[in-house]
């Protein structure tokens, strides 16, 4: 997405704008705002959006693969939940100004952006309570966050898109724990799904903030509520005990709780190859997409069916 040449903003309606998120409040869609505060917001809505609906494809994989028809069941609820969040955001996103069409054909077209998180094969039935524990969990920590952003249909609709990502989590633990408890093979799995997706988590919050005049607005406006660093750390504090307490092992021999500054150190991870997936070079990326793309030409007689449907009425 490329930022567009705005006309200079009204300076009385950009102080009350800035009046009324200093003082608490929040902007609805029919509301004046910033172009700018318009364009954030519209990138990071249809990124989220993106990144659901993207994000359900790794742990789809494994519905017909789902060790019993408990597991399945919970696992097509949860992919079904994930599908349901992204056409939530893409709403929430066209009323910042972008058609739904134009988002879907932009992802489609890999325009625009999903999670790096999603661009990794699920290689094992570990890879999914890991993605259910860990992947779901860091983007808690983001989400969770964000339900005091300034935007107003944003933080509505993350409060019931948290809701059922905790309920993912839950689910994930039950998945994790048994894998855990299990036999020494099912333990091997999930330590090594564990070993792969550490570095692509640790990636999920990007890399550390940079003082800029950019994040200060973005702070100022509460588009961003933590830095990156904060909500990693808030992750670590979290979930690490989940590998721990197991006996399981942090795959970042620099991993180290550092009780002075209550933080953890760790490895930096390489940010090459963070820049390389988000880029839309990660190793699923294109099969994910040609995925999207087959589907979407499979369900066009369905949009057609609707359209028809509409103009009849
Ligand atoms: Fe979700
Ligand atoms: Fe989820």
New binding site residues.
Partial sequence: MTQPQAAPDNPEKLASFEAEIASGGRIEAGQWMPEQYRFECLRLIQMHANSELMGALPEREWIPRAPTLARKMALVA?VQ??VGHAQLLYRVAEDLGKPRSRMIEDLLAGRSKFHNVFHYPADTWADVAVIQVFV?GA?MQTQGALRSCSYAPYARVLKRICY??DF?IRLGIDVHKSLADGTPRQRAMLQDAIDRWWQPIMHFFGPRDQVSPHLETMMRWRIKVKTNDELRQQFLRQFVPLITDYGLRVPDPKLKWNETEQRYEYGEPDWEEFKRVIRGEGPKTAARLQLRNDYWRRHQWVREAMDSWRVAA
Avoid: I, L, S, V
């Fill in positions: 949860k939940d994930e779901d983007a059922e990502e993912h």
